[in-house]
Nanobody, 120 residues
């Protein structure tokens, strides 16, 4: 069994910063592509940023230059550094990962989500 645990969300003023973390636990042989998604009330879930096992990143235009995705493979953890936050960044942020287990099963796993609220 594999699970992803997000942390780091909260309330921040416009222009502020937050750092989200996503830690992977369980029967993991290989932790491959990972990504951050977000979903605001009444909107579809959207990709924020993704990162391959080798560290190649892709960032949505709406957050480019403000958000940075990274990962530490030794800790099985992914991060999202969010700077210059705007009210429109408010959403539940979800962690996603593609995993191969020790039994050679390929899984797509989602975290439970962490709420980011940007408001004065």
């Amino acid at each position: 069994q594999v699970r992803l645990v997000e942390s780091g969300g909260g309330l921040v003023q416009p222009g502020g910063s937050l750092r989200l973390s996503c830690a992977a636990f369980g029967n993991i042989l290989s932790l491959n592509d990972m990504a951050w998604y977000r979903q605001a009330p009444g909107k579809q879930r959207e990709l924020v940023a993704s990162i391959t096992k080798g560290g190649t990143t892709n960032t949505a235009d709406s957050v480019k230059g403000r958000f940075t995705i990274s990962r530490d493979n030794t800790k099985k953890t992914m991060y999202l550094q969010m700077n210059s936050l705007k009210p429109e960044d408010s959403a539940v942020h979800y962690c996603y990962a593609r995993v191969i287990t020790f039994s050679s099963t390929r899984l797509e796993v989602w975290g439970q989500g962490t709420l980011v609220t940007v408001s004065s």
